[in-house]
Every structure is written in structure tokens, then in C-alpha cells.
């Protein structure tokens, strides 16, 4: 009880300010534009932010088999989600009525989490600093490979029936965006036992950024005006805040007993709420844009229950 008590405090409170700090914002400050604010603070933490933690973090981790678990386990996860969800949306009665863009986004918002912005300081509390590195493999080995790839095939062939046509550009943005060439120097030095810790220190100094501002923009992001708890909405958050963890930890104890910090960081990690990289996925293949903001609304408010209801339940262990 004393541990969640100061997960609670540690953690969770300053992630809640944030996120409440980007919501009032433009209450308070009625002059504020927010679409432009929130696009160019997405950039600035794209092209700045991110990517110097990405630097920082491949630079000083070498690649073990603990190190890989992560993505593997999450992905796992991820991929045992997106099957039920399928199942729950496009075969059940959840899903009658709603159009494939709103079944698609629902999908990808229940498959893929917010595993750095909000998994890394929860991961952090666990284990230590260091522990940013679970995050920041996960986000670069999985994430961003399923999302761009098995993203934009639900997106496209079960929410807007794009045709593929899309996919080089789409791959060309990919490789382009500074994030992916970060972490690639990052471990490129580190492979070459050419690491500049000074460097490094720079780049984690600014990169400290990356979180607070992305949890102001998801605050910014969310229609707080809007969040009607809709059965569908309901049922993709309870299956990435509760369901993915449970499987996670389940394929961690299958394949990898007894457990390491790797293994159950990658637990936690499959506990976090959407990612909002769905609202650019909605975006781009013209899907339900306002059911995932939604669901990135109530899969964040719930994950403040979700997190320590499953610690202190022992569900991940």
C-alpha cells in the first residue's frame, strides 16, 4: 500500500497535472490557437525533444536478450488485442451499427499504447532511471514497425479501404522522421565503443522535455466537453488497460520464468492508455477521428484506476 501510495504521488499526480494543465489552458487563456499550439508543439517534440532522448537512451544501452523481451512481450500483447478487438467489433453486437472508420480506429487505439509518455515514468518509479530503456526499445523495435505497418493495413483495408497505393510515401516519411536516425547514431556509437558521455548528458538534458510537453498536448487533445462513455469507446479502453497487460504478463511467465525487471517492466508498459498517434493515423485514412479522441480520453482517464487497481490486485507480479 505504501508503494501506491507513492506511485500515486510520484507518478501519477504529475502526470495528471499535465495532462489537466493542457485541458484548462485554453480556458483560461481564451486567446490561446489551439490547433496551431498543439502542432507546433508535436513538432517541437518530434524534431527536438524526442529524438535527443532517443539519442541518449541507445547510446549507453548495449542490446541484450533482456533488453529485446520488451518488444517482443508488448507486441504480443499487442497483437492478442487487435485479434479480439476484431472479434468484439466486427462480430459482436459492440460493433453493429458503426461504420469500419470508427471499428478501425477503436482497433488501433485498443492495440498500441502510450508506452513512452506516460509507460516510461511508470516504469521509472519500478526500477530506477535507467529504466527509460524499456520504453524507449519498445517504442523504437515495436511501436513504430506495427504501426506503420499492420497500422496502416487496418487502417486502410478495414477502416477507409485506402488503396495501398499509400504505402511507399508513407514509408518515406518514416525513415525521414529525426526520431528513427537518432536512436540509429545512438547505437551506432554505442556498438562502436564511440559514445561521448558529455554528449549524451547534453542531449538527456533536453530531451527531459519530451514528456511534460507531449502530456500538455494530450491534455489539449482531449475532447473534455465530449467524453460520452459510449459501450464501444468503453470496451477498446478495458481491453488495452486491462486485457494487454494480463496477456503480457502471462506470456512473460510462459516464456521467461522466472521473471526479470525487463519482463515485468514490459507488463507495465502494457497497461498504458492509447497512444495519440491514433488521431494521426484518423487523419491521414480519413477514419473516426472524434471516436479516437474519445478513446484516448477514457483509456487516460481510466488508466489512473486501471494501474494500481491491477498492482494491488497482484495481476502483474
Known amino acids: 500500500m505504501t508503494q501506491l501510495f507513492n506511485l500515486m504521488i510520484e507518478v501519477m499526480l504529475p502526470l495528471a497535472l499535465l495532462v489537466a494543465a493542457g485541458g484548462v489552458w485554453p480556458l483560461v487563456f481564451r486567446d490561446t490557437p489551439v490547433e496551431a499550439m498543439r502542432t507546433q508543439l508535436n513538432r517541437l517534440t518530434l524534431y527536438v525533444f524526442y529524438p535527443c532522448i532517443l539519442f541518449a537512451v541507445a ?8 533488453i529485446l523481451s520488451v518488444p517482443l512481450l508488448v507486441g504480443i500483447g499487442t497483437l ?18 458503426l461504420s469500419d472508420p470508427t471499428r478501425a480506429v477503436l482497433m488501433l487505439g485498443g492495440m498500441f499504447g502510450n508506452t513512452f509518455n506516460i509507460g516510461a515514468p511508470v516504469v521509472m518509479f519500478f526500477f530506477g532511471r535507467d529504466a527509460v530503456r524499456y520504453a524507449v526499445f519498445n517504442d523504437m523495435l515495436m511501436t513504430m514497425p506495427f504501426v506503420w505497418s ?19 510515401s508513407l514509408w518515406r516519411i518514416v525513415v525521414s522522421l529525426p526520431p528513427l536516425w537518432a536512436f540509429a547514431l545512438g547505437f551506432t556509437l554505442q556498438v562502436l565503443d564511440m559514445t561521448y558521455q558529455p554528449l549524451v548528458a547534453a542531449a538527456q538534458m533536453i530531451g527531459q522535455a519530451t514528456i511534460p510537453v507531449t502530456l500538455f498536448v494530450l491534455g489539449m487533445t482531449i475532447p473534455w466537453r465530449n467524453l460520452t462513455p459510449r459501450p464501444e469507446i ?33 507488463a507495465l508498459e ?12 484518423a487523419d491521414r485514412f480519413k477514419l473516426d477521428g472524434a471516436a479516437a479522441a474519445l478513446l484516448i480520453g477514457w483509456s487516460t ?4 484506476f486501471s494501474l494500481p487497481l491491477t498492482l494491488a490486485l497482484g495481476l502483474i507480479r
Open 270 to 281: 502494457a497497461t498504458t492508455p492509447a497512444m495519440m498517434t491514433t488521431l494521426i493515423l
Open 234 to 266: 468503453l470496451t477498446a479502453a478495458a481491453v488495452k488497460l486491462l486485457f494487454a497487460p494480463l496477456v503480457v504478463a502471462g506470456a512473460a511467465h510462459l516464456f521467461f520464468a522466472p521473471l526479470g525487471e525487463a519482463q515485468r517492466a514490459s
Open 301 to 304: 482517464i481510466l488508466f489512473w
Open 80 to 97: 492478442c488485442s487487435g485479434a479480439l478487438l476484431y472479434v468484439l467489433l466486427y462480430l459482436t453486437p459492440i460493433g453493429r451499427g
Open 59 to 66: 547510446a549507453n544501452t548495449p542490446i541484450t536478450g533482456a
Open 150 to 168: 499492420l497500422g496502416v493495413w487496418i487502417a486502410t483495408r478495414l477502416g477507409s479501404h485506402e488503396k495501398p497505393v499509400s504505402y511507399p
